[in-house]
């Protein structure tokens, strides 16, 4: 059994378009509010249908199946036609009940939508969302004269995704002649005599067209952040003769060791510390006891896990987390890039939200004297 109920949906994102209207790097995969564009129709189609396929120009498919590992990838054609037929022939094998078309070009597409369409497709044969314009129409001349009237009445915007049952939406495509090249699935359904329900739309879904479509659809993807907490984390470990250490989730081969209950790793610690303190959770100790017998030798990258996990059930997201690690040995600067790996997959953000420091203190105190290694961590949390 599918999402769609009874029936088995597949989403056929078609992304093989050159963009040529919005110029500069290829318009799916430009950054969008912190993610590809294409990446938001996909988490949004991951939850509403059975089956992604991605249908992409041959030289993005490598890009693209990063950002959809479980999706077919399919290369496009010369058409937006040619684009779809593509994706809908990659289903012929195993075909779905419902496939709904839509245009990566609309990243802002809602789970609303996409359910009044699906939700459509129980009595009708195809279904599309629609935007009833608010201003007058007239229509213009090749000159840019305005030339007459045209009625509000019946004449609406149609957007994607547009839902058919896959089996004659599949024979429709196969019957166009060679080379037609048709505005949208729509189109080619109605020259089939499939009949087409107009769902309600959202003016938000906008299609990013133009250059200035990208700062527009910035404005609406950026969600105000209603709330911020910081929080501050310090943890400190001995260092004892050994043959290696954890620190940040990396391990160093070394004459020392960290000693303490878990893996001692004072980097991972602080850090925990660090987003407890911004929840208002109390501290590591509290929620991982020294002394449990299941946290000793544990790796910390659990306890990190965990935060990470406390910080999505209290509806936040980490926006930053920078970690200072304080010893004279190890030295810290070789491993810098793999811990901030480390500490960045520990907590599932991007690199680019985490950042990982050392510094010495110059021969003073315990640090200095090599006696253990001190951490630091600061965490930003936000509410959207
Ligand atoms: N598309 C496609 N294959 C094509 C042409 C278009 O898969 N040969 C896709 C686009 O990637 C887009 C959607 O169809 O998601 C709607 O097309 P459009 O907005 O026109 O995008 P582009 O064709 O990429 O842009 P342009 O027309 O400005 O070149
Ligand atoms: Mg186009």
Known sequence: MGKGGMASIAAIIVAAGRGERA???????????????????????????????????????????????????????????????????????????????????????????????????KVAEGAAPVVKPADALKRVSDGDQIEEDVARDHVRAVQTPQGFRYAPLLAAYRALPAGAALPDDVAVARGAGIAVAAVEGDPDNLKVTYPEDFARAERLLAKPVQRVATGTGFDAH???????????????????????????????????????????????????????????????????????????????EIAHVDLTLICERPKIAPHRAAMRAALAAALSVDDTSVSVKATTTEGMGFTGRGEGVAAQAVATLVWR
């Not at 996909?42 to 993005?60: G, I, N, S, Y």
């Not at 070394?254 to 925990?272: K, P, T, Y």
């Not at 303190?277 to 929620?287: R, S």
Request: charged share 25%; aromatic share 4%; hydrophobic share 50%.
């Open 23 to 121: 110029g500069g790097a290829p318009k799916q995969l430009r950054d969008l509010a912190g993610r590809p564009a294409l990446a938001w129709s996909l988490a949004r189609f991951a939850e509403h249908a059975d089956r992604l396929v991605v249908v992409t120009p041959p030289d993005l498919a490598a890009a693209v199946r990063k950002l959809a590992p479980d999706a077919t990838i399919v290369d496009g054609g010369d058409t937006r036609t040619a684009s779809v037929r593509a994706g809908l022939e990659a289903l012929a094998a195993d075909p779905p009940d419902l496939a709904l078309v839509h245009d990566a070009a609309r990243p802002l597409v809602s789970g609303a939508v996409i359910a009044r369409v699906i939700e459509a497709l």
């Open 238 to 316: 001995r260092l004892a003769a050994g043959d290696g250490l954890t620190l940040c989730g990396v391990r160093i081969a070394c004459d020392l060791a960290l000693v303490g209950f878990s893996d001692a790793d004072a980097g991972f610690h602080a850090v925990v510390d660090a987003i407890l303190g911004a929840l208002g959770e109390g501290d590591i100790g509290a929620h991982f006891p020294p002394g449990d017998a299941r946290w000793r030798a544990a790796p910390s990258r659990l306890f990190v896990e965990d935060a990470a996990r406390r910080v999505a059930a209290r509806g936040a």
